[in-house]
């Protein structure tokens, strides 16, 4: 079997008003936490193209995977970064997570920004065997609004993974995994299971806003995997270098056999 890693991070907007906690100082640590774990797949939310290239250019082996994508400079875009000695990309795109899911920019549903999901179709090159992989990032405001974008991004994922392949689904859900926004994904998804909750972890926080730790803060960062897979390793990445984060969310460090 091929075993596959994942990280998974929102790495906060470039905003100067965050101040010893801004982009251009937290970029070193985020680039030597990723490359630490060797991932094959990076899955990052809230990143602006800029900062999503200068990400890269850290990436000892990844590279963005946005040959699809005409970048609306205004916009943050959950991202894909693939190790391409280990796999091959077949196919990629976005979904808006809107009532015209392939309008860029669009936004419905009351959503705070217009969100979206990005997704490819991915070959292992040592064994040949395929994945469908997906990173989306929900609004941040409002239940109702996550739910209904959860239910476009499932709806979606069905129709494009026509030919039922192994579904991995990561991202910044702004929700509790027991909660409503899971409740809707599994009505379309009903094979997808959450590995953290299946292999009786106890629950933590993933949010910390750059503190190490939020009082009754959930785990609103996730990676859902297909039942035909099955999960390795799989824990929150805490590390700080004196006093400093790579991000506000704590990386999702994810393996599983596929």
């Given at each position: 079997m091929s075993m596959l890693r994942i990280v998974s991070v929102n790495i906060r907007f470039d905003n100067p008003?965050?101040?010893?906690h801004r982009w251009a100082l937290r970029l070193p640590l985020l680039a030597?936490?990723?490359?630490?774990?060797?991932p094959d797949i990076?899955?990052?939310q809230e990143g602006w193209r800029t900062q999503l290239r200068e990400l890269e250019a850290c990436l000892s082996a990844c590279g963005l995977v946005d040959q699809h994508r005409e970048w609306i400079e205004e916009r943050m875009y959950p991202s894909v970064f693939v190790r391409h000695a280990a796999l091959q990309v077949l196919q990629s795109g976005d979904v808006w997570l809107s009532k015209t899911p392939y309008v860029p920019g669009s936004s419905s549903f009351g959503s705070a920004f217009p969100r979206l999901m990005t997704w490819c179709e991915l070959e292992c090159r040592n064994s040949g065997r395929q994945l469908f992989f997906a990173n989306l990032h929900l609004d941040h405001e409002e239940r109702d609004t996550r739910v209904e974008?959860?239910?476009?991004?499932?709806n979606e994922l069905c129709g494009l993974n026509g030919r039922r392949?192994?579904?991995?689904?990561?991202?910044?859900f702004n929700d509790a995994p027991d909660g409503p926004v899971r409740e809707a994904i599994a009505?379309?998804?009903p094979n997808l299971y959450d590995p953290w909750?299946?292999?009786g972890k106890p629950e933590a926080s993933s949010y910390?806003?750059?503190a190490g730790s939020v009082p009754g803060a959930r785990r609103i960062d996730w990676v859902l995997l297909d039942r035909r897979l099955s999960a390795g390793e799989l824990f929150l990445d805490r590390r700080s270098q004196q006093g400093r984060y790579p991000s506000d969310h704590f990386p999702v460090v994810c393996s599983f056999n596929l």
């Open positions: 008003a965050d101040g010893e030597e936490v990723l490359n630490s774990h060797r990076v899955a990052t974008q959860a239910r476009v991004a499932a392949l192994p579904i991995v689904l990561a991202g910044d009505g379309e998804l909750q299946e292999t910390h806003s750059f």
